[in-house]
């Protein structure tokens, strides 16, 4: 019994591991590490800053993933973040939801 709980508690840790890391590579697939990293500013603002900023904004998500895809300005600096056409909306709302999981 004890087994199958660490066994059972092994895999959840792997299949959720597993999406992080999928995302992160979605995140690096349409080239958004050229700007942003996960821990510190680079172009843009760190993912865990963003996640941060609008951790209250329950519909934080959704404003971020069409963020993704039409660029934006001002909210971060004078720098604006470019649209990125490339990105569907499913993969921006899953980029988006990736985000706004970093702690």
């Not at 895999?11 to 700007?35: P, R, Y």
């Not at 609008?54 to 470019?82: F, N």
Request: charged content about 20%; overall charge positive.
């Amino acid at each position: 019994m004890r087994n199958s709980i660490s066994l059972a508690c092994a895999i959840s840790l792997t299949l959720a591991s597993g999406v992080a890391l999928a995302d992160a590579n979605l995140a690096k697939a349409k080239n958004c590490f050229a700007c942003h990293t996960i821990e510190s500013k680079l172009v843009g603002p760190a993912y865990k800053d963003v996640a941060k900023k609008y951790a209250s904004d329950k519909g934080a998500a959704d404003k971020l993933a069409k963020k993704i895809r039409a660029g934006g300005s001002g909210v971060w600096g004078q720098i604006p973040m470019p649209a990125n056409p490339q990105v569907s909306d499913a993969e921006a709302a899953t980029l988006a939801k990736w985000i706004m999981s970093l702690k």
